[in-house]
C-alpha cells in the first residue's frame, strides 16, 4: 500500500510567518501535486510538479519535489488568513493506472 | 463551465437503507474517480474508472458498496446497507486521463447514517 504522510498534521500561526508542510512516501511517484481544501468543499489544485528536484513558485506558495520523486515540501512565505485550509499532497502512481494517492492532509490556521 | 456536480449535497438516512449518490463529471473528461473522506482515515480513493470501465475497485470496502458509470455523463455509489461507520463526505472527481492533469473535485456529498 502507498501512503502519503504528511506533517505536522496541524498548524496555527501568526499572520506573517512562514512554514513549511512535508508530504513523504517510501514509494517513487510520477508526479506530485498539492491541493487545497476550504470547508465545504471538494480540494482545489495548487500545483503538479513531475521531475524530481523541480521547484514551483505560485506568489507566496513554494512547492519542491523530491529528488527520488518520494517527497515533496511547500514553503509559504509572510502566511495571510486567506491560506488557512487544509493542505493535501496527492501522488500518482507510476503504475500507468493514473491512480492518484492523497496524503493524511496539513490543517493550517493563520491568525490576523 | 460547469464542474463536476454531484448530488444529494446532503442526505441523513437510517441504518440499513440503501443510499445512492450521484456524479456527473466535467464534459469531456475520461477518469471518474470516488474518493470518500473522514476526520479519522483522510481522503481515501475508493473506485477509479476510465472511458467508463472500472479500473481499480481495491478501494471499496466492501461488498455493501457498489459504483456504476452507465455513460461517460454519470455515475452512481451505491451503499446498501447503510451503516453508521458509512458516515463521510463523498466526493467525486473528474480528469483527463494524462499524468499531471488536473483532478476536478465535485462539492461532495454529505452522508449521515444514524
Known amino acids: 500500500t502507498q501512503l502519503l504522510e504528511q506533517s505536522p498534521q496541524f498548524l496555527s500561526i501568526q499572520e506573517g510567518e512562514n512554514l513549511t508542510v512535508y508530504c513523504n512516501s517510501s514509494?517513487?511517484?510520477?508526479?506530485l501535486q498539492w491541493y487545497r481544501q476550504e470547508p465545504g468543499e471538494g480540494p482545489v489544485l495548487l500545483v503538479t510538479?513531475?521531475?524530481?528536484?523541480e521547484v514551483k513558485k505560485l506568489k507566496r506558495l513554494t512547492f519542491q519535489f523530491g529528488d527520488a520523486r518520494k517527497d515533496s515540501s511547500l514553503h509559504i512565505t509572510a502566511a495571510q488568513p486567506g491560506d488557512t485550509g487544509l493542505y493535501l499532497c496527492?501522488?500518482?502512481?507510476?503504475?500507468?493506472?493514473?491512480?492518484?494517492?492523497f496524503g493524511t492532509g496539513t490543517r493550517l490556521k493563520v491568525l490576523a | 463551465d460547469a464542474g463536476v456536480i454531484q448530488s444529494p449535497r446532503h442526505e441523513v438516512t437510517e441504518m440499513g437503507q440503501e443510499v445512492t449518490l450521484r456524479c456527473k463529471p466535467i464534459?469531456?473528461?475520461?477518469?471518474l474517480f470516488w474518493y470518500r473522506q473522514t476526520m479519522m482515515r483522510g481522503l481515501e480513493l475508493l473506485i477509479y474508472?476510465?472511458?467508463?470501465?472500472?479500473?481499480?475497485d481495491s478501494g471499496m470496502p466492501e461488498d455493501r458498496f457498489s459504483a456504476k458509470m452507465p455513460n461517460a455523463s454519470f455515475s452512481t455509489l451505491k451503499i446498501q446497507p447503510s451503516e453508521p461507520r458509512d458516515s463521510a463526505v463523498y466526493f467525486c472527481?473528474?480528469?483527463?486521463?494524462?499524468?499531471?492533469?488536473?483532478?476536478?473535485f465535485g462539492e461532495g456529498s454529505w452522508l449521515t447514517v444514524v
Open positions: 514509494s517513487v511517484f510520477s508526479s
Open positions: 510538479v513531475v521531475t524530481g528536484g
Open positions: 474508472f476510465n472511458n467508463n470501465v472500472p479500473i481499480d
Open positions: 496527492a501522488g500518482a502512481t507510476t503504475s500507468g493506472t493514473y491512480k492518484y494517492i
Open positions: 472527481a473528474s480528469s483527463l486521463r494524462v499524468t499531471g492533469n488536473t483532478i476536478y
Open positions: 464534459s469531456g473528461h475520461n477518469s
